[in-house]
């Protein structure tokens, strides 16, 4: 198993990850893509989620303030941001767990979490890496557990497939843009999938997907 992928920082360079929660604000309607995440994934009280490439802490947060009974968990492999997501954390007074480490080797049992969430982080991963971090998402959901995914999509307009022709080329979104990122998820096991929203940026289509791992077939 592949367990140190090719590793993009925020924004490619490392003194930009200080600016990474302004600069996220001005690109994108972030609150509203988080939010949006948030509210199809119908989260009950005392599941247990992880959010894959949590960044600085939004998501995390967001979650763990929209639903404080749930087990919220953050990873991610930089370690300068998950400084900044552990400060945000305490300021908040929210007892979220951070923990440093690969979407494509996750340090999590078998059937952990109920809700797997990555937002803005699988187009930083090589279509390979791509591909396993799905497979390791899918190990670790329950039965009947959920993934959502906010990241690059297929543009499905002339201006997103402008946008498209420069931003196809920046980091790892090729294969998001030509809408293979609902293809490897399927092929990682989860059924249905589905595009639930889509978002016009400045940088491009954003989309929602939502996607389960089917219950186990009773004997």
Request: some cysteine; aromatic content about 8%.
């Amino acid at each position: 198993m592949k367990n140190s992928p090719r590793y993009i920082p925020a924004f490619h360079f490392h003194w930009l990850t200080r600016w990474y929660d302004p600069i996220m604000r001005r690109l994108f309607p972030e609150s509203g893509i988080k939010t949006a995440l948030i509210a199809q994934a119908r989260i009950q009280p005392s599941q247990n989620v992880l959010d894959v490439g949590c960044g600085t802490g939004t998501l995390t947060l967001m979650i763990k303030q929209i639903q404080p009974d749930t087990g919220e968990n953050g990873l991610d492999m930089n370690p300068q941001i998950l400084d900044i997501a552990r400060r945000k954390a305490e300021q908040a007074g929210e007892p979220i767990v951070l923990q440093q480490g690969t979407a494509t080797c996750l340090p999590y049992l078998n059937e952990s979490f109920d809700h797997v969430f990555a937002s803005l982080m699988l187009h930083h991963l090589t279509r390979e890496d791509k591909q396993q971090a799905l497979r390791e998402a899918f190990r670790v959901l329950k039965p009947g557990g959920e993934l959502h995914i906010a990241d690059f999509g297929k543009p499905h307009d002339s201006v997103m497939r402008l946008i498209s022709l420069v931003m196809r080329w920046a980091e790892e979104v090729h294969d998001n843009i030509l809408g293979l990122l609902p293809v490897f998820i399927a092929d990682a096991g989860f059924h249905p999938v589905e595009e639930t929203t889509r978002y016009r940026t400045v940088v491009g289509a954003i989309a929602l997907y939502r996607a389960c791992k089917p219950m186990r077939n009773k004997l």
